[in-house]
Every structure is written in C-alpha cells, then in structure tokens.
C-alpha cells in the first residue's frame, strides 16, 4: 500500500514543480508591473496595498500548481485508457 502511494507521489512531482515554475514567472511579471511600472494586470494605474499583492502571489501560486495537477491526472487518465 505504501509503495503504491509513493508511485503516485513520484508522477505527480513533475506536475508540482512545472506549476511552481510557472507561477514564480507569472509572479514576476505581476510584481514587476505593479511595482516598477506601475501598471496591475488589467492596466489600473493604482498601487495595491501589500496584504493584497501577498494575497494574489499565493493565489497565483495555488491556481497553477492545481492546475498542472490536474493536467498530469488528466493525462495518466489517459494513458490507463490506452494501454
């Protein structure tokens, strides 16, 4: 039983780490522009404050690593269904 749970452990690491990949660029970009620019993501020139951008990095951070989970389970899905 445990071996079986590290199997899954392992084929979904790569998924994890794309999805923090991801996201640490896609956060780079937002605090570039609201910071230096000047500019949020939408082209509203207003600062928010900095509970918000902390808020919106860790949202950023979540969506993505959900999303390339569910993107690697989609695709070992398939795969089952194949083989």
Known sequence: MNNGLN???KARLP???????LGTIVNALYLYRMNVQGVSLFGVTAH???WTQLVNVMLIYFVFVLQ????GRGI????????
């Open 76 to 83: 070992r899905l398939m795969g089952r269904r194949k083989g």
């Open 15 to 21: 998924y994890i780490i794309a999805g923090l990949v």
């Open 68 to 71: 390339m989970n569910l993107i």
């Open 48 to 50: 928010d404050p900095v």
């Open 7 to 9: 199997e899954r452990r």
